[in-house]
């Protein structure tokens, strides 16, 4: 058996060969950063839209709070009333604060919500655009290092069968 023939790779070549190599994989390191920073902007949303959450709940205990104590005051108020006149005028009082709190609480309430909405709208838009530009630059260096690689492989090939 006859050993085959030992054909030295040129070191043209290897060297073309090391750089599409690293071309590559800073390519791939791109691609993989963009899709890290994207996965941490969105978790940043998702926390966004917990402390958004956490703040309406805690904003809907407080103001539910606020109005028993406006009724536990009335009841103390009605009892205490030295006749009816008195209590019909408590009363009236009562609704017409209530009316007043439950108006502002209203309102106060839908800017909070309509606030956390617009923050985890703005984000979320915010992170796939960024996650997008990020993907096609990944990509784009890809398709130049491809090209390069291409490039290099052809020339190396026309100066060795020249």
Same mark, same amino acid.
């Given at each position: 058996? =006859?050993?085959?023939?030992?054909?030295? $790779?040129?070191a043209?070549?290897?060297?073309?060969?090391e750089k599409? $190599? /690293?071309?590559?994989?800073k *390519? @791939?390191?791109s691609?993989i950063?963009?899709?890290?920073?994207? *996965?941490?902007t969105?978790?940043?949303?998702?926390e966004l839209?917990?402390?958004?959450?956490r703040?309406v709940?805690?904003?809907?205990?407080?103001?539910?709070?606020q109005? $028993?104590?406006?009724? @536990?005051d009335l009841?103390?108020?009605?009892?205490?009333?030295?006749?009816?006149?008195?209590a019909?005028?408590?009363?009236? /009082?009562?609704?017409?604060?209530? @009316?007043?709190?439950?108006?502002a609480?209203?309102?106060? @309430?839908?800017?909070?919500?309509?606030?956390?909405?617009?923050?985890?709208? /703005?984000?979320?838009? =915010?992170?796939?655009?960024?996650?997008?530009?990020?993907?096609?630059?990944?990509?784009?260096?890809?398709?130049?290092?491809?090209?390069?690689?291409?490039?290099?492989a052809?020339?190396?090939a /026309?100066?060795?069968?020249?």
């Open positions: 058996m =006859s050993n085959p023939p030992n054909y030295e $790779v040129p043209e070549m290897r060297d073309m060969a599409s $190599v /690293e071309q590559a994989r *390519a @791939f390191d691609f950063g963009a899709a890290r920073r994207t *996965a941490d969105v978790q940043g949303s998702a839209a917990r402390t958004n959450a703040d709940s805690t904003r809907g205990f407080e103001y539910a709070e109005n $028993v104590n406006a009724a @536990f009841a103390q108020k009605l009892v205490r009333s030295r006749d009816m006149q008195e019909m005028q408590h009363q009236a /009082e009562f609704v017409r604060s209530q @009316f007043a709190a439950i108006q609480q209203a309102k106060e @309430f839908s800017g909070i919500a309509q606030s956390a909405m617009q923050q985890g709208a /703005e984000r979320a838009k =915010s992170a796939m655009q960024q996650g997008a530009d990020e993907a096609r630059k990944a990509m784009e260096q890809g398709q130049d290092a491809a090209k390069q690689t291409a490039q290099n052809q020339d190396a /026309e100066r060795a069968g020249h």
